[in-house]
């Protein structure tokens, strides 16, 4: 269905809109959920890895046989043995200035992290399998590691990947025509720098997966966490050698993911190959270690900003140069994160004359991967650079902004980088957030007192949340950013929808059976919608971004939209009309426009399914018996919500340490689906980019050691390092999705870092100070105040 002819809006009345409580809480807080840990398999062996304790060392050996002596030990393998079953993953999309790269199941010849898997141990408990993994000896020969950015692109760096003629592993540039004349009429060049800190995604549940092989029917069922379960069951099946319909793969309940939990990672494709191996179920769940080591990182981002502006504030241009560091292998393409981040950098100002440099490195680190907002930075930076611009001229950083900001008479807007905004409102949430939070009784109150370090920080989003297939096409990527549907209605009237998403704590049970339906015209309570298995679901992309209610609940509402029209024209039949003109379906029963508004016509949805299953030569002529609709829905080229984040922040000179006073956000999300859903979405995100700012690190020494592998090291904000988070909406309808939905599960993360970053250097500006790098610890604050290194 093309995206250019949206759906039009449900009955005012319509379940699109209510605040309903999330059907799956109940058995999630009762502890009835079935997750992985839950599901049974008779015979089952259990895995654990061996990984390496070197950042990048040469495997010269790998000695398992006080291992395979141990009780109940039945095999140790190692990355030859995985090889057999196992293709190796190559990236190689045609991208200027992104290098091929290889990567194989496991490391055979050199380990390039610590916490790099180099062989795999089974056995018939979980206790014999970890203390075998301890006894297995893996000769290695150490090799100088690269751990940073500057290490990594200084000219004499030893490689990561030998196969690359530097670590430098991408590189894209990008400038408008005008952009040297801008800055040459420029009144001034304001420059400003940014660090982001590498980061992990620390899921309530841990990754694991249990791998079943059918012998007899040559079939793999693999029962995984994962946000994506068909293209991560297409890649499952491409790299085992399979046919996709010798793969099932089934989602469980799962506690969060994040963008970890997206493609096959080598864990996966060994317990795979290893229950083929040996024909017998295997299963593997990591320790909470092994994922802060050794999953997926995110986030660790240099970016240097440089703008031209007018004495009175107004942007005549701006350019940026972004490093990424990738880590020691590439799961993805190297440059996707990092190119996203310079497409949206502009956001939500006027910025004609724009250029970009993006150049991403490899380094003796974890792999890096999308994270909940992989563009996170961007606000920041560009809010960041606002603020820098308002310091250098003496003006309010909240009039710069004003000066700045797309309007509506803008719209639509198409920016510098191609990219175009239909109906976002950047400045009525900047208005309406700065009310919120009492932006002038703050700016009066910093004056009346001096000596408290008070602190205000703005961030307008512009968050991209729904990549159709255009947006890849143009990006050179392969891929497709379609979701499918189905809807069925069962002869007793019960209504099931699946489609290809999978949740991980989004409350899609609720939100979807609410689009379905808005779509059909049926009571909610009559929806079941079915996620997370592929021999059920059509074949969709999953759940990334904030996808799922533009690409999924789009597809299903338009599904049961399609279903409906079929269900009226058999009502029509029925009530012996010419036409289903002037006919509805609300509720789950018939209605008919009369001169007093809609009232009752007669059949019920139950009775039309029982008549269309079980009667179907009473059906009009020509149409095929049942109710039931498939559906494929591929969305713009680029969806995007906006929100403001306000937040206000006192520092204690004498230590440091932060506290957040107030906090509102002002957003714009579109048709809410689900009010208490977006609210919680917004809670959820919000806190996640407060942790990620204030506390979150995965922190490597100078030789590549990890050095924050436990929540002893690794902080998470707890729910009194957090303040209360007051909503405010500001809903404009998109008019080229079905309903107007735009998704927002992911601006909550880019507008907290960028509010409490600017908080925190608003009040440091008062001391001549400012932090360029995240976290904003005390330690590195008070650092800032004693005007020594952030280090």
């Known amino acids: 269905m093309s995206a250019a002819a949206p759906a039009p809006p449900p009955a005012p009345d319509g379940p699109l809109g209510r605040p309903l ?350 994270m909940r907002a992989p563009m996170a930075i961007a606000s920041w930076v560009m809010e960041g650079t606002m603020d820098a611009i308002a310091r250098e001229l003496g003006l309010d950083p909240l009039e710069v902004r004003r000066r700045n900001s797309i309007t509506d008479a803008d719209l639509p807007f198409t920016t510098a980088t191609g990219e175009r905004y239909d109906a976002v409102s950047p400045l009525a949430t900047l208005e309406a957030a700065a009310a919120g939070l009492g932006y002038d009784g703050w700016r009066a109150r910093q004056a009346a007192e001096p000596r408290r370090l008070l602190g205000l920080g703005l961030c307008t989003v512009i968050e991209s949340t729904t990549y159709g297939s255009a947006f890849y096409k143009a990006a050179g990527i392969p891929g497709s950013g379609h979701e499918a549907a189905v809807v069925r209605v069962e002869p007793s009237g019960a209504v099931i929808a699946s489609c290809g998403l999978m949740g991980s704590g989004q409350g899609y049970e609720t939100t979807l059976a609410q689009a379905v339906a808005a779509g059909l015209g049926c009571a909610v309570e009559e929806v079941a919608v079915q996620l997370g298995h592929t021999d059920i679901a059509p074949y969709g992309m999953g759940s990334r971004g904030a996808r799922g209610a533009t690409a999924g609940g789009g597809a299903l509402y338009l599904a049961g939209l399609r279903l409906k029209a079929k269900v009226l024209e058999i009502a029509a039949v029925l009530l012996g009309r010419n036409s289903a003109d002037g006919l509805d379906l609300r509720e789950g029963r018939v209605v008919q426009r009369t001169a007093e508004g809609w009232a009752p016509a007669g059949p019920t949805l139950a009775e039309i399914a029982r008549l269309a299953h079980l009667d179907p030569l009473r059906l009009p002529p020509g149409m095929e018996p049942g109710l039931h609709q498939v559906l494929a829905y591929d969305p713009p080229a680029m969806t995007y919500a906006n929100s403001t984040h306000a937040c206000a922040v006192e520092i204690d000179p004498e230590t440091g340490a932060l506290s957040v006073l107030r906090y509102v956000v002002a957003e714009d999300a579109g048709r809410r689906i689900n009010p208490l859903v977006v609210a919680g979405q917004t809670h959820g995100a919000t806190a996640m980019g407060l942790s990620g700012a204030m506390l979150e690190h995965s922190a490597y020494g100078a030789d590549g050691q990890m050095l924050a592998a436990t929540f002893m090291d690794y902080a998470l904000a707890r729910a009194d390092d957090l303040p209360a988070f007051e909503l405010l909406h500001h809903d404009t309808p998109n008019p080229r999705t079905p309903a107007g939905l735009k998704g927002m599960a992911e601006g909550g993360v880019m507008g907290a870092i960028g509010a409490l970053m600017n908080a925190v250097n608003d009040a440091l500006a008062r001391r001549g100070a400012r932090l360029e790098r995240q976290p904003a610890t005390p330690a590195r604050i008070w650092a800032a105040l004693q005007g020594r290194s952030e280090a």
């Open 21 to 370: 409580r999330r059907r799956e809480d109940r058995r999630l807080l009762t502890g009835a959920g079935r997750f992985l840990d839950d599901i049974e398999a008779p015979r089952a062996l259990h895995a654990a890895f061996v990984r390496s304790p070197h950042a990048h060392a040469r495997i010269l050996a790998v000695e398992a046989a006080a291992a395979r002596a141990l009780p109940g030990v039945v095999a140790v393998l190692d990355g030859a043995d995985i090889a057999r079953l196992v293709a190796p993953l190559r990236l190689a999309p045609p991208i200027e200035g992104l290098h091929p790269v290889e990567m194989p199941p496991l490391p055979r010849d050199v380990a390039r992290f610590v916490g790099d898997p180099v062989a795999l141990v089974l056995a018939e408990t979980r206790a014999a399998a970890e203390e075998a993994a301890e006894r297995v000896e893996v000769e290695y020969e150490p090799l100088p590691a690269v751990a940073s950015l500057a290490a990594a692109e200084a000219p004499d760096a030893p490689r990561v990947d030998p196969a690359l003629p530097s670590n430098r592993v991408s590189r894209q540039e990008f400038a408008t025509p005008g952009l040297a004349a801008a800055f040459a009429r420029a009144a001034r060049v304001v420059e400003a720098r940014f660090g982001q800190q590498r980061q992990t995604h620390a899921p309530m549940e841990p990754r694991g997966c249990l791998a079943v092989w059918d012998a007899g029917r040559e079939h793999l069922t693999m029962h995984v966490g994962t946000q994506a379960p068909h293209p991560y069951r297409s890649a499952l099946a491409a790299r085992l050698g399979l046919r996709e319909w010798q793969v099932t793969v089934v989602a469980p309940d799962m506690g969060g993911g994040f963008g970890q939990k997206i493609v096959p990672l080598r864990e996966d494709l060994a317990c795979a190959a290893a229950a083929r191996m040996l024909n017998r179920p295997v299963r593997w769940r990591e320790t909470r270690s092994e994922n802060l080591a050794a999953a997926l990182h995110a986030r660790e981002e240099e970016v240097t900003t440089r703008a031209a502006v007018a004495e009175d504030g107004r942007l005549l241009a701006l350019a940026c140069r972004i490093r990424s560091d990738f880590g020691a292998w590439c799961f993805f393409p190297a440059n996707y994160m990092a190119r996203v981040v310079a497409l949206i950098l502009p956001g939500p100002y006027r910025v004609r004359e724009y250029g970009y440099e993006v150049e991403v490195f490899l380094t003796n680190k974890c792999p890096s991967g999308p």
